[in-house]
């Protein structure tokens, strides 16, 4: 609206009368003080209205009924306000405003999240209002420099962002974790990965990735599980796996790095150890295979109380948590298991139960970030596979033309945008992550 002041660029106005747009995310009072906590979405500030400047400004009746408006602004009501931007070493942002004027632009009676603690469900039920409070407003801040540094990373490298579909005929990722629709008398798929898209686009472009949401009817209630979450897929042509752990590792941080430049606000708020992430910018990741992993835990197995695990098993989320534990940093766990892994990976050239793969595990109990693999370029080799696991071939006949027509060894990852976001936040549960988190009992709002 007319010439608002951002809370973020008050800054610029010291000593000058400005007017900002803002909720009022809570207040204070003593005597002839009131004091307003405001937001505006690039920031937070403090107001301080004088009773005594209102008086001299409006006169006895006007200026009293002012101050006493001030006074009593609930939560949330919307307000134009003008005041002089004053320097205050005290206010995180450096300055704080004195209210000469203020007006009501929205009223909010009843709001109902106080600054007293609330249940998970309430907050859920609530979401969008729990997204206007300093915390989540944070991680927000700290998920959209996620995607700005992302865009940056692989357009400084030269891929091309391509957009894949959301409604599918296939189930690259197992036919158990699918979202069913009917498309015009016929089967449809929300999308469980854009790679295969992908692997087209390398094809077409050498390097490509994809970034939209991902859908998987996963019926695990975890701190690490959405049923909607978006994803980040690099695919690259004339491209080894090794050489795509090199771009995953640079990628993941420079994520960090840019948080930590661009947001140091937001990290500042959600108290998040700096330190710590300092060190994943600076040490190398840790690379293990399964099989070391395996062994690994069966050594550590009486010291520790997760499940016993057997070569061949999957981790379950205690043993991934343990390793990059174990290690202190983000680490890669190379070629998985044939029988646990998807249908188009590439088989390790000597060795028949394993392929050429890597998770990454984020270490602090976050889990698998990424999962990425070199992807097998053999026509019948995948044609057995699609058979093996139970795919239709004629859904699959384009996939296979990209093996028929100048295949080329080519690899590609996918990394999961709130578990990362979960992880750099430092945060508990994923679905802080997301402005509107979907799961397993949660469709709204
Ligand atoms: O390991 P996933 O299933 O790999 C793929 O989908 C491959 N097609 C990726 C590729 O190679 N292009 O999923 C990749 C990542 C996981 O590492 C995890 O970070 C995230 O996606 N992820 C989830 N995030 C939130 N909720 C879920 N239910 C997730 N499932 C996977
Ligand atoms: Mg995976």
């Not at 931007?85 to 000469?100: F, H, N, P, Q």
């Not at 357009?155 to 189930?171: C, H, M, Q, V, Y």
């Not at 993941?252 to 700096?274: F, G």
């Not at 710590?276 to 690379?287: A, D, G, I, Q, R």
Request: hydrophobic share 40%; net charge negative.
């Amino acid at each position: 609206m007319e010439n608002f002041v951002s809370i973020i660029d008050v800054k610029n106005y010291v000593n000058q009368e400005i007017t900002i747009g803002a909720w009022v995310a809570n207040k204070s009072g003593k005597g002839k003080l009131a004091f307003l906590q405001l937001r505006d979405g690039t920031a937070y500030c403090q107001a301080v209205a004088f009773k005594p400047n209102f008086i001299e400004k409006y006169g006895e009746v006007e200026g009293l009924a002012k101050f006493d408006q001030i006074k009593h602004l609930s939560q949330e009501t919307a307000i134009k306000l003008t005041g002089v931007v004053k320097a205050d070493e005290r206010s995180k942002i450096g300055y704080e405003l004195d209210v000469t004027d203020i007006e009501v632009i929205g009223e909010s009676v009843d709001y109902p999240i106080t600054p007293k603690e609330h249940g998970t469900d309430f907050l859920m039920d609530n979401r969008h209002l729990w997204l206007r409070s300093r915390k989540q407003h944070a991680i927000m801040l700290v998920r959209n420099e996620i995607i700005r540094a992302t865009y940056e990373f692989f357009n400084e490298r030269g891929f091309i962002k391509i957009d894949s579909p959301i409604l599918t005929g296939s189930a690259p990722e197992g036919t158990t974790e699918l979202f069913e629709t009917d498309y015009f008398g016929q089967p449809a798929f929300l999308s469980q990965t854009g790679q295969l898209y992908a692997e087209a686009g390398a094809m077409a472009f050498g390097k490509v990735f994809t970034f939209g949401p991902t859908f998987r009817a996963e019926k695990s209630k975890t701190r690490r599980h959405l049923t909607e979450f978006w994803m980040i897929e690099p695919e690259m042509a004339f491209t080894t796996h090794e050489a795509s752990l090199e771009v995953q590792e640079a990628y993941v941080k420079h994520i960090i790095r840019a948080v930590m430049t661009n947001q140091a606000y937001a990290l500042s708020e959600l108290d998040r150890d700096v330190t710590v992430l300092e060190k994943y910018v600076t040490t190398p990741f840790k690379k293990i295979t399964y099989d070391d992993a395996v062994t690994l835990l069966q050594e550590n197995q009486a010291d520790n109380d997760y499940e016993k695990i057997t070569w061949g098993d999957d981790f379950g989320s205690p043993h991934e948590t343990w390793i990059s534990n174990y290690f202190g940093v983000p680490t890669f766990i190379l070629n998985y298991p044939k029988a646990i892994k998807a249908f188009y990976m590439k088989p390790h050239p000597t060795r028949d139960d394993v392929v050429i793969c890597a998770d990454l595990l984020a270490p602090e109990g976050y889990g698998e970030i990424i999962g990425g693999s070199e992807r097998a370029t053999d026509y019948e080799y995948l044609k057995t596979k699609l058979v093996e696991f139970g795919l239709s071939e004629s859904e699959y006949a384009w996939y296979l033309d990209l093996r028929k027509y100048g295949s080329v060894p080519h690899s590609g990852f996918g990394l999961g945008l709130e578990r990362v976001v979960t992880w750099i936040t430092g945060n508990e549960h994923i679905r802080e992550a997301i402005p509107f988190p979907r799961l397993l009992h949660r469709l709204k709002p």
